[in-house]
């Protein structure tokens, strides 16, 4: 099925949810490159990607939301005393894909640097470094380890509704 249902979510969100969940947990391999001064393979491996994947993730992250919004009267329903907070963990995710790319954009723009997507530039070198660029492109790596954090209590979650409280959460989305 295409479109979600009250018991299930359909194929769409499904490709949407786990595509960008191996794009996102593969742009975490970042985090690789405080160790070693980013001298480790971890680092050397997906650093080289990590802007043109940025983007992707945050086009996929626009199109998923327009389709939750479409499909809003027919998924199924988070429900228990903590649906609130649930509903606002997944509102700051989206957040997070959508507002990490500009502001990593601005972060190599700012220390003087082109912003390059799949080799072609996307924003031209600065003529000098830009301070004020500088300053709110620190916020790429806060929302990097909120995001982090998000997700580790996130996949807990999917993981303790699967295997303790033994309900459909995890199946509806697998
Ligand atoms: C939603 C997509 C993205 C995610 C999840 C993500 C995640 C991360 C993570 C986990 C780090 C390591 C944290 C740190 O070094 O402080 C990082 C660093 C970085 N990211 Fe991203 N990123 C994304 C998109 C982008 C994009 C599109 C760009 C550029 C246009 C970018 C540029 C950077 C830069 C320059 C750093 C190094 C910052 C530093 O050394 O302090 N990121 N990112
Ligand atoms: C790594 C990045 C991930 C992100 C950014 C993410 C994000 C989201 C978001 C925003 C939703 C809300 C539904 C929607 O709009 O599609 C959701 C639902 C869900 N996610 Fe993830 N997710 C990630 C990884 C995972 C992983 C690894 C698992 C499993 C271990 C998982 C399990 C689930 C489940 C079971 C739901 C359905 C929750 C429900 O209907 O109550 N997610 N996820």
């Given at each position: 099925?295409?479109?979600?249902?009250?018991?299930?979510?359909?194929?769409?969100?499904?490709?949407?949810?786990?595509?960008?969940?191996?794009?996102?947990?593969?742009?975490?391999?970042?985090f690789g490159d405080i160790i070693n001064d980013g001298k480790h393979w971890l680092g050397e491996t997906f650093g080289p990607y990590h802007t043109s994947v940025g983007a992707i993730i945050m086009i996929l992250?626009?199109?998923?939301?327009?389709?939750?919004?479409?499909?809003?009267?027919?998924?199924?329903?988070?429900?228990?005393?903590?649906?609130?907070?649930v509903k606002t963990v997944h509102g700051i995710m989206y957040f997070c894909l959508i507002a990490m790319p500009p502001l990593g954009a601005l972060y190599i723009h700012g220390h003087g640097y082109p912003v390059k997507i799949f080799g072609?530039?996307?924003?031209?070198?600065?003529?000098e470094k830009i301070q004020w660029a500088q300053n709110v492109g620190e916020l790429h790596s806060i929302l990097a380890i909120l995001l982090a954090i998000l997700v580790i209590g996130h996949i807990a979650v999917a993981l303790y509704h699967h295997f303790i409280r033994?309900?459909?959460?995890?199946?509806?989305m697998a």
């Open positions: 099925m295409i479109n979600d249902s009250i018991d299930r979510y359909g194929s769409v969100t499904r490709f949407f949810h786990w595509l960008v969940a191996v794009l996102v947990i593969q742009q975490f391999f970042k992250a626009i199109l998923r939301l327009l389709w939750s919004m479409k499909q809003k009267n027919q998924r199924p329903i988070i429900e228990g005393a903590n649906s609130k907070l072609q530039v996307l924003i031209e070198k600065p003529a033994k309900d459909d959460t995890l199946r509806r």
